[in-house]
């Protein structure tokens, strides 16, 4: 089960550089919120996998209102660079 826990470690850490790279380059905005958007996912992957890690089912509660808060973010600033805001 450890090898599993430091194989989805890796991936997570991957994907966080990816999405960093893309959310400093990005050519427009709309890469950038998205890019945003992705970090936030993989922040919630994380914490649940702290959760199982640590045994302390307190960070899903958490990782949960993140996720949330991620999202209601993510459609405030599109909706802004949509112009209807």
Request: hydrophobic share 65%; aromatic share 16%; net charge neutral.
């Amino acid at each position: 089960m450890v090898y599993i826990l430091f194989i989805a470690l890796f991936f997570m850490v991957v994907g966080l550089i990816f999405a960093a790279i893309r959310f400093i380059k990005g050519p427009t905005a709309g890469d950038r919120v998205v890019a945003l958007d992705t970090l936030t996912t993989i922040g919630v992957a994380g914490m649940v996998l702290l959760a199982y890690v640590f045994e302390r089912f307190i960070y899903l509660d958490v990782s949960l209102v993140y996720g949330v808060l991620g999202f209601i973010g993510v459609i405030v600033i599109a909706r802004y660079l949509e112009g209807a805001l």
